[in-house]
C-alpha cells in the first residue's frame, strides 16, 4: 500500500515526504474535496520534492469535458504525474465516461506515461453523484488508470461511514480485474488502519489525520510516519 498525502504548499509537502509518504498530491482544500492549486504551485511543489511522485487534483467537476480536460493537461504540464479529477456532480455512466475520455486524451497527448486518477465518492447519495462502485468498469474503457474513492463533503464523516469494509473490498477487487489501481480516502483515520491492511487497496489517500485531525491546519511529519508504520503493520 502506498500513502498518498496531501499537501498544500512546500512546506507541508517537504513534511509528507519526510514522513514517508510515497504520493505528494497537491490540492487546495478551499476550493473542495479535491480542490485544485494554482499550476505555480504544483510546479514549485515539483522542484522541492525532488524523485517524490507528484499528483495534483483538478477539481470536483459537473458535467463540463472541455473544461476539465484543460485543467487535467495544465496540471500535466506543472509537473504531476497523476493527475485527479473528481466526478463530483456527474449523474450518468455516460457524463463519466465522455468526462473521463476527455480528461485522458489531454493528458496521455502531451505525455503517455502519465496517470489518469478518477474519484468518485462514497458519500454519492448526499451530493446526488454517481456510485464509485461503478466507476471500476467504465473507467477503463475512458482511458484512467486509477479509480479512488473519497468523501464529497468533509465534515468528519469517513468513507467508512457511507460503505462496509466489505463494499471496499468490492471496490478494490473490480478495480484490478479491470486493470486499474484502487485507491482509497475520505477523512481516514489512524484507527482504519487494520481494516485497511484487510481491505489492501493499492493507494490511501489522506490530509485531515496527518493535520491532527483538522485538515484544515498544517501538515505534521511525525503524524505521517506514524501513519506510514500502522498501514504496513
Not at 512546500?10 to 498530491?25: H, Q
Request: hydrophobic residues 45%; charged residues 25%; contains cysteine.
Amino acid at each position: 500500500m502506498k500513502l498518498l498525502v496531501s499537501p498544500v504548499n512546500i512546506a507541508e509537502a517537504l513534511a509528507a515526504v519526510n514522513g514517508g509518504a510515497d504520493i505528494i498530491d497537491v490540492k487546495n482544500p478551499r476550493e473542495g474535496s479535491l480542490g485544485a492549486n494554482f499550476p505555480w504551485v504544483i510546479k514549485s511543489v515539483k522542484d522541492a520534492i525532488g524523485d517524490a511522485s507528484l499528483s495534483a487534483t483538478i477539481g470536483d467537476f459537473n458535467f463540463k469535458p472541455g473544461t476539465a480536460s484543460l485543467a487535467a493537461l495544465g496540471a500535466a504540464v506543472a509537473g504531476a504525474e497523476y493527475i485527479k479529477v473528481g466526478l463530483y456532480d456527474i449523474k450518468t455512466k455516460e457524463q463519466a465516461v465522455e468526462l473521463l475520455r476527455g480528461v485522458a486524451r489531454a493528458v496521455k497527448e502531451h505525455d503517455p506515461g502519465k496517470k489518469v486518477v478518477a474519484a468518485g465518492y462514497s458519500d454519492y447519495g448526499r451530493i446526488g453523484s454517481i456510485s464509485p462502485l461503478e466507476l471500476p468498469s467504465l473507467c477503463s474503457d475512458a482511458g484512467a488508470d486509477i479509480v479512488m474513492m473519497d468523501t464529497g463533503i468533509k465534515d468528519g464523516r469517513s468513507t467508512f461511514e457511507f460503505l462496509s469494509e466489505k463494499e471496499l473490498k468490492m471496490f478494490v477487487s473490480a478495480a484490478h480485474r479491470h486493470g486499474l489501481l484502487a485507491a482509497l480516502a475520505g477523512t481516514i483515520k489512524f484507527q482504519d488502519a487494520p481494516a485497511l491492511r484487510r481491505i489492501s487497496p493499492d493507494i490511501v489517500g489522506v490530509r485531515g489525520c496527518v493535520c491532527g485531525g483538522d485538515r484544515n491546519t498544517s501538515i505534521r511529519q511525525e503524524l505521517v510516519s506514524e501513519l506510514k508504520s500502522a498501514l504496513t503493520g
